[in-house]
């Protein structure tokens, strides 16, 4: 996307963002507008209910940050930024803070101790950043009280519904005012969702930026059939190929303990992040990941969404997620903000339908590689290999054969 040249040099000079921001932005280094921003502030900074649809790594949090900081600013109230995981929470606060440093603002998230979070809360924050559960947690307290919520932002929505949040969203959307702006956000709108923004949005405009679904535009993709019990060997292998930061999602939390550690019999460098770690040990483990304590992150489908990490070098899918939707999540990972990336999928011979669930979700068919040293695996029927007009996955010959 091209922008034309503006008089202070910055491409979001003209989309009425008030000068402490535009300083805030010069500041920081950021001085093009992605798509999703270029065309959701606008609409946001003029009071209008919003969705936004855009694939994960294209700038959503600013997209609602900015707007809501300065209508804040201008309107008075309090801000509340919902999300699903705790790690997103923090993501979002610390992209806030690049913003405005000075406005207070609280994180409301389980695992952490609600005593400091009561402390924060006694310092009035001006704008909440919230786990539903937790917020949940402090309104039966009665630590906070949400009738003075002027800006509501639904970061994510389609996940929270994913993980049961559905009763605790609809008792805090009871809680705060009517006569509120209501933005949510999200890579993909599935049915629920549709119903959530009827209910609780008055005549949302809709910004979709790419359609519902669709992959990060820089992620090539490549499939290897495999059995259950030629998957480390098949990991060990394509380890020792790519040498660059790689993030890897497990189904279950068991799993995940268990790659870790076959990983790290390989003498590679691994930490692992799901519900059972606490956290404390989520956050050390995230930390480590970004600053390169840790090459490989192994994970649940909780750190689909939230982990901002620049250059990840590759996504394994070792296990195949249990709803095709969280693929786009899970790859979004990498080639973020238009940055290459790869992502390799293992699949058993009979998980082909979850395969077609997959392909129909982003619209293209999947490229099937084989590795020379393992056993041949194939789905009952041949896997089409129809890949349309664009060509995915690595050059042929990086592990001998593409079918």
């Not at 290459?340 to 009979?350: E, L, N, R, T, V």
């Amino acid at each position: 996307m091209t922008h034309a040249i503006t008089p202070n040099g910055s491409g979001f000079y003209g989309l009425g963002i008030a000068p402490q921001i535009m300083e805030a932005l010069q500041r920081n280094k950021f001085h093009t507008p992605t798509p999703i921003q270029q065309k959701a502030i606008p609409v946001a900074l003029e009071g209008k209910d919003l969705i936004g649809i855009a694939q994960t790594g294209t700038g959503k949090t600013f997209a609602f940050g900015i707007p809501m900081l300065q209508r804040l600013a201008q309107t008075g109230g309090r801000g509340l930024v919902l999300v699903p995981t705790r790690e997103l929470a923090v993501q979002v606060q610390h992209s806030l803070i690049k913003l405005d440093s000075k406005t207070k603002m609280a994180v409301l998230i389980g695992g952490a101790p609600i005593h400091l979070q009561i402390q924060d809360l006694r310092r009035h924050p001006r704008i909440l950043v919230a786990t539903p559960g937790r917020l949940i947690d402090h309104l039966e307290q009665r630590n906070v009280v949400l009738n003075d919520v002027h800006v509501l932002v639904l970061d994510e929505a389609d996940r929270m519904f994913d993980m049961g949040f559905a009763p605790q969203v609809q008792r805090i959307l009871r809680a705060v005012p009517r006569d509120r702006q209501t933005m949510l956000f999200s890579a993909t709108m599935p049915g629920e969702i549709t119903q959530l923004a009827l209910s609780c949005m008055k005549l949302p405009v809709q910004v979709e930026i790419a359609k519902s679904g669709t992959a990060a535009e820089k992620v090539t993709h490549e499939l290897f059939v495999v059995g259950r019990e030629s998957k480390h060997k098949l990991l060990e292998k394509i380890l020792t190929q790519y040498h660059g930061s790689t993030l890897i999602f497990s189904r279950t939390k068991a799993g995940a303990r268990k790659i870790t550690r076959a990983i790290r019999a390989m003498n590679h460098r691994a930490a692992e992040i799901h519900s059972d770690r606490s956290f404390g040990q989520r956050r050390e483990a995230l930390e480590g990941f970004r600053n390169g304590k840790y090459r490989i992150l192994v994970a649940t489908d909780i750190a689909s969404r939230g982990i901002d990490v620049r250059g990840i070098e590759l996504v394994i899918n070792y296990d195949l997620p249990e709803d095709s939707g969280n693929y786009v999540h899970r790859i979004g990972r990498t080639g973020r903000a238009g940055a290459p990336g790869h992502a390799i999928s293992f699949a058993m011979p009979d998980q082909e339908r979850e395969v077609r669930a997959i392909e129909r979700l982003i619209r293209t068919s999947l490229p099937v590689s084989e590795h020379p040293e393992l056993p041949k695996e194939t789905f009952p029927a041949a896997h089409s290999l129809r890949i349309g007009r664009r060509s995915f996955g690595p050059p042929r010959g990086r592990f001998g054969r593409r079918r």
